[in-house]
Each structure stands twice: as C-alpha cells, then as structure tokens.
C-alpha cells in the first residue's frame, strides 16, 4: 500500500506545483520521496513507487526553477533522471519511458544554464535529444517532440554562440518532418508544426546574428504553416 500512496503524492505534487502552491508541493514531496526510498531500498523493482518518485522529483525540478532556486532544481532534476533510468532499464523499448528521461535531462540542462554552466547545459541537451531520438521511433508524436528537442537545442547553442552546429541540427529536422509527413494522414497538423519549427530555428539564428531581412523572410515562410495548424 506505501507505494499507491507514493503515487497518489505524486499528482498531488503535480497539482499543486501546476498550481503556484510550491509551500505544498515541496512539503508533500518531500515526504513521498522519502517514503518512496524505503520502499526502493526493501523492493528495488517497486515500478510504482519508483515511477512516483519520478514524477514527484521531476515536479519539485520544476518549483525550484520557479522560485529560482538553480541549485536545489539541479539535484531534485538528478534524482528524476536516476529515477527515470531505472525505469527504462525495465522497459528499454518503452518510448513513453525514453521520453519521461529526455524531460528530467531537460530540466537539469535549464537549471544548469541558469547558473552559467553554459557547456554543461549543452551536453545535458544533447543527451536529452539522444533519448528523445530512441522515443522517435514510437508514434508521430515523438517525432514532433524529437523536432521539438532539436528546436531547443539548437536555439540553445545559437545563445552559446555556436552557430556552426546548427546547419547539422536543422538538417535532421528537416529529415525528422520527412518521415512524420510521410507517415501521418493527409489531414494531421504534425508536419506543419514540425516544418514551422524547422524554418523557426534558422530564423531566430538570423535574428541572434542582427539579420532582420532574412528573419522576416523566414517569419513570413512560417505564419501560414502555423496558421493552417491551428484551424
């Protein structure tokens, strides 16, 4: 039963962090949490209780951001990926699993830019996108998020500086929009939001680099697309 309880902390972590109240989100978490590790320590393989934790760490990740507190969102986002892992170490095929990994990365990679470890935030995306591009091969869906992840990677290495590693990201984005337009029904919006955010990245990158007539060329490339998905 400790485990159902665990979980049942969980959405009620998720709720209140979602809510603005970080007060209950951390004293709920961090009671579940604590739970949840002595039940991991008795029954290692507890999915329940360990797919709790996750969600609750992934979650507290989350508040300390809001709060802006870097550091403390820095280990509450190492404790979801530990947990996250182990998880896919169960189930390595589970895309949903290889998804929940590249969202804790994604967390520990904001916290980390956000205290100037510019670099190390870069390798902690890159990482989240290898785990998004094992997810990918599931349903369109994570193809999208895998265009998503690429998005924000590059747009991530553009801050940093780095233009020369976007030519080689936008190119998979533009591969990735191939197999999702080739795969989905005539009628999805998949394609379109993934070709906007393939034609986004160069265009903030012209904007980064003081080229205001090639972002209002690209810009203008993109409303239609967004305009037709959102119909």
Known sequence: ???????AAAWIVQASAGGGDSETARSVGADADALANKILELRPADKMALYGQAVILSNLTAVATDDMRPLEAIEMSRGAIAAQK??????????VARNNVAAA???????????GRIQDSIRTWE??????????????GFKLGKVQYLWLLGKRRAEAGEYA???????????????????VPKESTLPLWAQSATIGLPSMVALMRNDPQETLRLAREMLPLIESATV
């Not at 990365?105 to 205290?115: C, I, K, N, R």
């Not at 990482?127 to 369109?140: C, N």
């Not at 990201?169 to 080739?182: D, F, K, N």
């Open 86 to 95: 182990k998880l896919v170490a169960f189930d390595p095929g589970n895309t």
């Open 127 to 140: 990482e989240a996108v290898d785990s998004m591009r094992l997810a990918a091969k599931g349903a369109a």
């Open 165 to 183: 590693a976007i030519p080689k990201i936008s190119q998979e984005m533009v591969e990735t929009t191939r197999i999702i337009r080739a795969n």
């Open 1 to 7: 039963m400790a485990d159902r309880y665990v979980e």
């Open 105 to 115: 990365l994604s967390g520990l990679s904001d916290a980390q830019w956000s205290v």
